[in-house]
Every structure is written in structure tokens, then in C-alpha cells.
């Protein structure tokens, strides 16, 4: 019989919904529950595309005999991550702060004031590797409660107290300035890998923003290392197998320092941060790979993440069925040489093999290999690659697909929309842009209320319960910042504002300028999360700097302006010590320093050829940051667009930083040395 779980809208918690635990959303009656049967509470916390949280689930959640015990001596909760990160925060800040390490499954032990008094990830159903099992650590926690509760009460206090004791260094509320940045870059270069790109070791992320940085840092200052370490960087990762060679799009990481072996996950953030990343690539080098890369990513999430409601899914799970009904990591994504010469034929399976680096050891688990694209000698034919490619899709596409998460994540949606506006309007394809459009509509439709506030996921076309958080007003604002510079539709600018207005009232402290993750009229938690690094995707904190700072430059607003330069001060003082960190904090500061500049693009009408060409160019500008207008003279749509009439009635280009305009031109060439000055 389903438990409470069944009346939820996340996948995640949906895939427990059968389990014998009697599993409690997280929520007011669920402590008051423990209060009044007096017991602790077992917080879980995962997602749908986490391996081991599918393993734990397996092994120990739908185990008749834990349940039972789990049942009678705790109220069980389970939470998915992607729709309360504010949770996950506080509770992970907690068990990094005991254990020195945290990731997911996240196993919490709570009393029922919600304060936490012991932490794990996953525990296994029977000793292993110096891991005590799941029944014994509920034993132990049991024990410890009944006969020990004085001492159990004291360590919750004091987690709860010392947690609230961790304030983060916000600098001295100023942006950073060339010495800042120059430190941050040399940081970075140390931490370089040089022989492999990317930065560290094993595991490997993709550094999205931190390339968003590089890139910007050179477009400011024509340093060419910056760029050589973001160019090489996309070329390894889109050659290696962290990205799919056959039907575009990137995984979570590499289990490797090489980029050969993912984590075979896809998410929505990786996926659009990315798409971004190699568009903008192109925009600086002109680079075909870059190219390829930008535009089968935004392929792949409108084939595979879109969802009929307009928005894009979270996930696609690692794991799907291996054809003997076993569910395995990479099942769907790694080949041996059989499987080529099953589908290809001896000669052109071959040729494959060579291309594609697979071998009869294989590169991953029991002789079996990912794709990549190794550095070799030698030319292949364009045609026959093509061709080999086309047939090794079409027979992947045979096989049991991985799941997918259907949740919309307004956060994610709104990368989502920036980089398919983007990309769209540099490639010329109208149909990224629509789907650009079609999701901020969907967001609009169902995530905004008649305040303007956010809820943060929705599921086949049903909004969610829970409010979004600085991230989601942040990168929503972001996209549709985005999709108003390549439409020329203000409408977007419009809701935008909306959303920073909320940032301004409701997430930003106003003594110091720090950003909070959740908003002050949100539900109250031990503590109030606050994190300033950028994780998977942009923290809030700087997304929403970034956000004020665009809106400023296109509308001239002072307290947006003067909210993104204090909400910098953390980036002063984290940037040139942990730059891999907050990367997209030093982007953003990037922007600050260059202006950012404010183009304005008049002409007699989007559909006029003059206008559009200087409106391409105006988006294909590598200025950080910079923002673009475009509409008719004195247009009503963009503040930048007032006063700004054709010269000599030819459409024009107008170029402002700092409250200082150039010339007006109608030259594209002018226009074009402009914005990469």
C-alpha cells in the first residue's frame, strides 16, 4: 500500500512511494509527530538521478524488516534535494562541519525540533569497509535516545548553536579590481592541468564558470593564457567521454582526471551552463568545434529534456536496464567491438573503434567502452563518420532508456533559456529561440503569482508547493535578461525587474549587502542558509549580482546598480583564494569593470535587414557583460532605445559605459571593433 509520498509531485519521492517505510514528506506534522510519539526523526535526503541513493533505496528502504523497525521507533522523512535545497543546505553544512565530508544520500537523525544530533550519507545493510550497517546505526541512534537523551539534546543544541556561530567573511562590501582578478587568474593557472585542461584531479567537474570568467577575462584584457585555458579545456572535455559523442550533451563528471569515464547522469544546469560556455567559445575563436558542440547540446536538451508543458526536466538518470533486465550504470551509453560490428559491419566497426577509441579491454566496466573522440593521427572521412554516427544513434536509441526526472526546475529552466536564446540567435536558428521563449512563457504561466513570486519546480503542467530561492529569481531573471536582448521583446526586462525587486525586499540583508538563499518570509529552518560559492551551477548570491548588474546597465536603476557591487564584496575576498569556487562571482566582476557597455540597436523594424545585421553583431560582441536593446526609435520597449534616433535615417548602433557614449554608427565594422575593444 503507497505511503503519504504517493500525493507528492517529485519523481524522486514518487520512486519511494511503494516502499514499506511509512515515509512523511517534510513538513510541520511530521515533527509533531515525533514529538507526540516521542522519537527521533530520520531525514533522507537525494535525488532521482543519484546511484547510491537508488542503491540505499533497494538495499534498506524497500527491505520488509527495516521498514518495520524504522516504523516503529522513528518518523521517517524524505526530502528531494532539487525541491528543497534550502534544507539540503542546512542539513549538509551540518554533516560537513561533523564528518569533514557529505554528498548523497544524505542520513540525518533529527529530534523533533528539526535540530540534528547524528549524520552519515550511505550506510550499507551489512558492515563493509569499516562502515557500520544501516540496522545498526538505527540500533545505536535508538539506544542513545532512550537511555542517553540529555546527552543527545546537548550535542543538537550545540550543532545548532555552532552552525549559527559560522558567518561568512563578506569583505568589505566593494567589487574587486584588477589586482583581485589578476590574483584569481593566477590561482586558477596553478590549479591548471595543463597536460588534460580543466583544474584538479580526480573527480572532474566541468569548470563551467569559472570558463565563463577566463573568457571574459580575456575578452577585458587580451590575456591569452586565459583563453588558451578555456579553449583547451572545451576541447578536451567535447573529446573525451564525459560528452556524448553520438547524441550531444554533457555528463555530471568525470571519474577520472582524463574526462574518459562520466558519471553518466545528464542534468539540465550542466547541460545549459555549458551550451553557453562553447557558444561564447565560438563567439571569441570562431572555433567549428566550439560550434558543433554549442548547438548539439541545445539539440540534446530540446530532443531529450524537453517537457510537453514547454520547460525542460531536471535529469536523465546514469543507470537504465542492460537488456537482461539489471539496472547498470552506462548501460545505455558504452560499447564493446561485438556491439559495433553488430550494427556497423567488420569494416566499418573497425574504422569506429579507431575513431571512437574503443577497444577489446574497454575503457570502462567488463570490456565495454565510452565513446570518445581520441587525439590521433591520420584523417577520417567526414561522410563515413557521419554515416557510422547516424547508424550507432539509431541502434542506441533501441535500447532501454535511462530516466528521466520530469520535475521543471525554475532555476534551471532559466539557464536553460539564456543559453538557447543565445545560441539560437549566433547560429541562426530561430527554432532555440522559440524553445527559449515557449519555457519563459511556461514560467510565467505557472511559476509566477500575481506578487511575482516563484515556486521553485512544477510537474506535468502542476505547480509545486514549495517557494523558489534566491537561485531560481536569480537565473530566471538571468534568462530572461537573455531572451529581451535577443527578441527585443521588453516584456522580458519587465519580468525580470519583477523578480530582482523580490531579490532587493525580500533574499538581500540591507545593512550588509549579503544575499540569503532563502527569503525572509520563508519557512523558518535552524538556520538560514547563505552560500556565496558556485556548487553545480551559480550560487544564488552571485547569479543575483549578475542579474542587478544587467538590469542596471539597461535601465539605468542606481539601487539595483549599488545591490550587485555589494553582493560583489564576497567575490573581493573569496576570488583570489578559492576562484574554482565562485567563478561565476568573478565573471560577474569582469562586467563591472568593462561597464558594462549598453548598446542600444534602432531601426525601422525587427524584420529590417540593416537592423538585424547590426543587431547580430551587437549579440556576437565580446564585451563582459554587455547589454543589448534593440527596437524602433524612441521605442517604448527599452529604456536604452529612448532618445536614440536613426542617423541619416539608417538604422544605428549606439555604444554607452560608465555615462559616457561613443559616436552613434550605422557600420557594422565600427560597431563590431567596438565591442571587442
Given amino acids: 500500500m503507497p505511503n503519504r509520498l504517493a500525493h507528492e509531485t517529485s519523481p524522486y519521492l514518487l520512486q519511494h512511494a511503494d516502499n514499506p517505510v511509512d515515509w512523511w514528506p517534510w513538513s510541520a506534522e511530521a515533527f509533531e509527530e515525533a514529538r507526540k510519539r516521542n522519537v527521533p526523526v530520520l531525514l533522507s535526503i537525494g535525488y532521482s538521478s543519484c546511484h547510491w541513493c537508488h542503491v540505499m533505496a533497494h538495499e534498506s528502504f524497500e527491505d520488509q524488516e527495516t521498514a518495520e523497525y524504522l516504523n516503529a521507533h522513528y518518523v521517517s522523512v524524505k526530502v528531494d534535494r532539487e525541491e528543497r535545497p534550502d534544507v539540503d543546505a542546512v542539513y549538509m553544512e551540518a554533516v560537513q562541519a561533523a564528518t569533514g565530508h557529505g554528498g548523497w544520500p544524505m542520513t540525518v537523525f533529527l529530534t523533533a525540533d528539526a535540530e540534528p544530533f547524528y549524520f552519515g550519507t550511505y550506510f550499507p545493510p551489512a558492515p563493509r569497509q569499516g562502515m557500520p550497517s544501516f540496522r545498526q546505526v538505527l540500533q545505536g541512534v535508538r539506544q542513545a535516545w532512550e537511555e542517553r537523551r540529555d546527552e543527545v539534546t546537548e550535542v543538537a543544541g550545540k550543532i545548532v548553536r555552532d552552525l549559527a556561530g559560522r558567518e561568512i567573511s563578506y569583505g568589505d562590501a566593494q567589487t574587486p579590481g584588477e589586482q583581485e582578478l589578476a590574483q584569481a587568474l593566477l590561482a586558477l593557472t596553478r590549479e591548471y592541468d595543463p597536460q588534460r585542461g580543466g583544474f584538479g584531479g580526480a573527480p572532474k567537474f566541468p569548470p563551467s564558470m569559472v570558463l565563463e570568467f577566463l573568457l571574459r577575462h580575456h575578452a577585458r584584457t587580451g590575456a591569452e593564457g586565459a583563453l588558451q585555458m578555456a579553449a583547451d579545456t572545451c576541447e578536451r572535455m567535447a573529446r573525451g567521454g564525459i560528452y556524448d559523442q553520438l547524441g550531444g550533451g554533457f555528463a555530471r563528471y568525470s571519474v577520472d582526471r582524463d574526462w574518459v569515464v562520466p558519471h553518466f547522469e545528464k542534468m539540465l544546469y550542466d547541460n545549459a551552463l555549458l551550451c553557453r560556455v562553447y557558444a561564447h567559445l565560438w563567439r571569441v575563436t570562431g572555433s567549428e568545434l566550439a560550434r558543433r558542440v554549442a548547438l548539439e547540446t541545445a539539440d540534446f536538451m ?59 579491454e574497454g575503457t570502462f566496466e567488463h570490456g565495454r567502452s565510452v565513446l570518445q573522440l581520441p587525439l590521433q593521427d591520420g584523417l577520417f572521412d567526414a561522410e563515413k563518420i557521419t554515416s557510422i554516427r547516424e547508424r550507432l544513434l539509431a541502434a542506441r536509441s533501441e535500447r532501454p532508456a535511462p530516466g528521466r526526472d520530469d520535475k521543471v526546475v525554475a532555476a534551471w529552466n ?58 531560481d529569481y536569480a537565473d530566471v531573471a538571468e534568462g530572461f535578461l537573455a531572451l529581451a536582448s535577443v527578441t527585443g521583446e521588453g516584456v522580458w526586462l519587465e519580468f525580470a525587474g519583477f523578480l530582482l525587486d523580490h531579490v532587493l525586499a525580500r533574499f538581500t540583508d540591507p545593512e550588509t549587502g549579503a544575499m540569503f538563499d532563502t527569503a525572509a518570509d520563508a519557512e523558518r529552518l535552524i538556520r538560514r542558509p547563505q552560500d556565496p560559492t558556485d556548487n553545480a551551477a551559480p550560487s544564488g548570491w552571485t547569479a543575483a549580482a549578475g542579474a542587478l548588474l544587467s538590469y542596471a546597465a539597461h535601465t539605468g536603476s542606481a539601487p539595483h546598480r549599488t545591490a550587485a557591487e555589494r553582493a560583489l564584496g564576497v567575490v573581493k575576498a573569496l576570488g583570489p583564494r578559492v576562484p574554482r569556487f565562485i567563478g561565476w562571482g568573478l565573471a560577474v566582476a569582469e562586467a563591472v569593470l568593462d561597464g558594462p557597455r549598453e548598446v542600444a540597436i534602432v531601426g525601422p523594424s525587427l524584420d529590417d535587414k540593416s537592423t538585424r545585421t547590426l543587431h547580430r553583431t551587437a549579440l556576437l560582441g565580446t564585451a563582459p557583460g554587455a547589454v543589448v536593446a534593440v527596437g524602433a526609435p524612441d521605442g517604448d520597449e527599452f529604456p536604452l532605445l529612448s532618445d536614440r534616433p536613426l542617423v541619416g535615417g539608417e538604422p544605428a548602433a549606439y555604444v554607452c559605459r560608465n555615462f559616457t557614449c561613443d559616436a552613434p554608427t550605422t557600420e557594422v565594422e565600427r560597431l563590431r571593433a567596438v565591442l571587442s575593444d
Fill in 302 to 360: 530540446v530532443r531529450e529534456l524537453r517537457t510537453g508543458e514547454g520547460g525542460f526536466a531536471s535529469a536523465l538518470d546514469a543507470d537504465s536496464d542492460d537488456g537482461t533486465g539489471k539496472h547498470v550504470e552506462g548501460a545505455y551509453y558504452v560499447w564493446t567491438p561485438a556491439q559495433l560490428r553488430e550494427v556497423l559491419g567488420e569494416q566499418d566497426a573497425e574504422l569506429a573503434a579507431r575513431y571512437f577509441g574503443v577497444t577489446e
Fill in 414 to 471: 532559466g539557464l536553460a533559456i539564456a543559453a538557447l536564446a543565445e545560441t539560437g540567435a549566433y547560429f541562426d536558428r530561430p527554432d532555440l529561440v522559440e524553445a527559449a521563449q515557449a519555457t519563459a512563457d511556461l514560467l510565467v504561466r505557472l511559476h509566477l503569482d500575481e506578487q511575482a513570486r516563484l515556486t521553485r519546480t512544477s510537474k506535468d503542467g502542476h505547480a509545486g508547493a514549495n517557494a523558489g530561492v534566491l537561485e
